[in-house]
């Protein structure tokens, strides 16, 4: 089936451990992008790939960093994973130029850092 | 304050009631809108898309834009019980740019 692709999907990480989370889209969109969900807070943007090879900060940057691989791929970076991290994380894709479209999201990955 | 505010909820109706879901903004460069719903444990889906003013009509659901008022809805007619999820408003204000989402309304529909 086509669409965004979020690997893993449940992850529980100790107190400065690192990892990243896995974004792949098969749509041939040029634009990714990385949210974090918490309750009462609604979605809110940690980093953006407006295309291959360029990346942006949005809302949320600190403690994570993004790497855009290719066209399909966007991952996203916890260094030193801290308990303020603990949310739901999701990734999405959208055909720049084209905002009617909408972005497409993942199932989103839910970390607990403990 | 933020740009777009949407109210949390959680609202609950019964079955085939009417449902009214709002988003009011500040920012009046935005011109693109859009609803998306995200059932529990899945990620926000696109329900309707609408450009400027006016309504669009998809079924039950109905989407209205009053740029005059800043202030976007949402009617669900003859809600059911598979009506119950999240619904989160989006907008943008250019074909380029990226959306701003609100916080999200709960709805339970109930039997």
């Known amino acids: 089936n086509a669409g965004v692709t979020q690997t893993p999907k449940f992850q529980v990480l100790k107190t400065g451990q690192s990892m990243t989370l896995q974004c792949a889209q098969d749509?041939?969109?040029?634009?990714m992008y990385w949210y974090r969900q918490d309750p009462g807070m609604g979605l809110r943007l940690i980093y953006y790939s407006a295309s291959e090879g360029t990346t942006d900060k949005g809302e949320v940057p600190n403690g994570y960093n993004v790497s855009r691989l290719n066209k399909r791929e966007f991952s996203l970076r916890l260094e030193s994973a801290a308990p303020s991290q603990t949310s739901v994380y999701f990734c999405?894709?959208?055909?720049?130029?084209?905002?009617?479209?909408?972005?497409?999201f993942g199932s989103g990955t839910r970390l607990t850092v403990v | 304050q933020k740009e777009v505010e949407q109210d949390p909820g959680p609202l609950s109706v019964p079955e085939g009631a009417i449902v009214s879901l709002n988003c009011t903004y500040s920012n009046s460069a935005f011109q693109y809108f859009m609803w998306y719903r995200q059932y529990s444990r899945k990620g926000p889906e696109l329900l309707m898309y609408t450009y400027s003013s006016g309504n669009k009509e998809d079924g039950r659901f109905t989407a209205q834009v009053d740029k005059s008022s800043k202030y976007i809805s949402l009617f669900i007619r003859d809600s059911q019980p598979s009506d119950s999820a999240t619904y989160l408003c989006?907008?943008?204000?250019?074909?380029?740019?990226?959306?701003?989402f609100g916080t999200g309304t709960r709805l339970q529909v109930t039997l």
């Open positions: 989006a907008m943008s204000g250019g074909t380029a740019s990226k959306l701003t």
């Open positions: 749509m041939n969109h040029n634009s």
């Open positions: 999405a894709s959208s055909d720049a130029g084209r905002i009617l479209y909408g972005y497409t």
